[in-house]
């Protein structure tokens, strides 16, 4: 399918300091963000919204997984694809990655954690006390707690930006057709 919207090529203004950043940070200016650019208000928001959880308390490994579970469950193969790449890049293991897409890990908290982020997708934020619990027995601080719910809504907003525009994909390919979906 064709992307539903163009890329910014020449940006101008406050578009242009922004991917500027991102190039700076990245190396280079992914589809997502020159598509989303195309409104620098919302880039803008997206970027300090990841700015300022990438200072967060939740260890880099673990919002990729987040990233990667949020992904599958919202059918987003732009983001899939992405985070594998990213999270390939931050050590994790092909396996590792594979069951983060179906919202699984190999590590008991890890999975705790994963669990909290499924639920919050696929009940769209009305998770119950008992969730919140077993998220918290499992070691994670109200911090890290609230920070997964950020996580899940900044992903979230990627996934269907992404799905809706169309985005074309410019990292090595995933597909989430096998994932199971969130109604």
């Known amino acids: 399918m064709t992307q539903r919207i163009n ?3 020449n940006p101008e203004g406050k578009a242009a300091s922004l991917l500027e950043a991102v190039k700076a940070a ?13 409104a620098p208000a919302a880039l803008e928001g997206y970027l300090n919204l990841n700015s300022a959880l990438q200072g967060g308390a939740l260890e880099p490994k673990f919002k990729e997984k987040i990233a990667l579970t949020v992904a599958g469950l919202n059918g ?17 293991s092909e396996q590792e990655l594979a069951l983060n897409l ?44 609230v920070e997964i719910v950020a996580h899940v809504a900044l992903n979230t907003m ?4 992404n799905e809706v525009f169309k985005t074309e994909i410019d990292f090595p390919a995933v597909n989430t057709g096998n994932v199971q979906k969130a109604a």
Do not use: W
Request: glycine share 10%; with cysteine; charged share 20%.
């Open 7 to 9: 890329t910014v090529t």
């Open 26 to 38: 990245l190396g280079a200016t992914p589809n997502m963000f020159t598509t989303v650019a195309t």
């Open 76 to 92: 987003c193969d732009y983001c899939a694809s992405a985070h594998t790449f990213l999270g390939g890049k931050a050590g994790i």
């Open 102 to 145: 179906e919202g699984k890990s190999e590590h008991a908290m890890c999975q705790a954690g994963l669990d909290f982020a499924r639920k919050i997708v696929i009940n769209r934020g009305h998770v119950s006390d008992a969730d919140v619990q077993a998220v918290r027995d499992a070691g994670f601080s109200d911090e890290r707690i």
């Open 158 to 161: 990627t996934n269907y930006f």
